[in-house]
């Protein structure tokens, strides 16, 4: 059996999210077709609020998983420590307003100080990369991709790639870059928020050549992204792109809905539960959800008590702000951030899902959650602009796309889903979905394909 080493430094369990979702499926299922994955991840003592132990156990015992060290990450830990050493010893003076805060807003406390400790460290050590978690694990890929014969590494972050860009060099085993989303090339403004960075920009596209170039293959996620990799380095042979899409884990994911059913909400009950998984980007959203659900209402074709927004996950209070202004308030649940499992079985409870994503992300992405979403066979509202997320829903028939700007047209779709619960046939609305081609098993194959054409040359 053949051997590939995997970077996946911060896309790997037990780190949550969706972006590691990728990278285990495909670990998961690459012994099927021949290569035996090793993986290489940063030590989970370092992950903090981002680690999810339940996740552990979905690695698969033939998955060889190294952890390495990160001395940027091990001062951010200490200062995130020292922080929460400082306000455990000033909670006796806090304000009577601080200690009645919310769950949620303790988390959001929580999550600015971890994150003021990771821009301390980022800001210290250079922006983008992390050279000493680098340098370790080049140190430690080295003599793994010795006994390899293909390396893949995936991004963000995209300091991965460039590690295993070095492994590469060093070693000379092939190596496959996939980017899960684009590094600079039409997004660099949308990692740095907008700042004017010339300078930044130009370095970051020197960067992202460098990895296109020196790559034996290189994968992205979407269609829209070839096509910008494409245009802005029309140098790279177009024989080396490839696109495989994020998809879902059948066999994993069943076992949640399965467990759900019996809890499922029955037919009549007057509340349509609205999920939506992981952050939202874009506040709009919350505003145009909320502003249509006062049109029924005003109209009214519904009331307050048809209504449940749950936001798993981080929920900030510019968030619950949005439902307060609109006094909608009792309609919003929060539960924060929970295991991926409690996370999967809340989407299976759902009666819809939200999905979102403004212009500047909707034409080139599609959010990984959608991929999750599938399994639930649960209608998707889909917040957003026209792009390759909207299409894949319509292709589908998952469910409903919609942009933020049209307040009346949402009302209109949650008119049709409120009557569909309260007559029992939500599930007849996407009973035609057609999603099949997305599961991991067959989009690993594509993987391997593209390993054993690198292999051979």
Known sequence: MKKVLIVAPQAYPPKRGPGGLRALGFSRHLAEFGWEPTVLVLDDRFL???????????????????????PEHFLSAAIHQTMQFVRRSNKSGATEASQSASPSEKSTHRNALSMFARRVAKNFFGDDFYPGWMTATVLAGIPIAREADCIYSTSPPFGSHIVAKWISRLTRVPWVADFRDPYAAGAYHLRTKGANDAAGEARAIRRERGVLAAADAVITVTDAMDEIYKSHYPEIPAAKLHVITNGYDEDIELRTIESSLDESPKPGSTKLRIVHAGLIYNVNVLASLCEAINILIREKKATKADFEIELIGNCPSEHHA???????????????????????????LADALLIEAGATIAHYAIRAKIFEYMLARRPVLGILEEGPMAKLIRDTRIGYCVPASEP?????????LVVAKKSGTLAELIADAEFAKYNRRLLTQDLSRIFDSIVRK
């Not at 609109?326 to 919003?332: F, R, V």
């Not at 539960?335 to 989407?347: C, D, L, S, T, W």
């Open 48 to 70: 903090g609020s981002s680690c999810d132990p339940s996740l552990r156990d979905r690695i698969p015992k033939h998955v060889n998983v190294v952890k390495v060290f990160s």
């Open 322 to 348: 949005v439902f307060k202004e609109q006094s909608l308030s009792e309609c919003l649940v929060a539960p924060g951030i929970v295991p991926q499992k409690e996370a999967f079985r809340r989407m299976c």
């Open 408 to 416: 009346k047209k949402i009302a209109e779709i949650l008119e049709r």
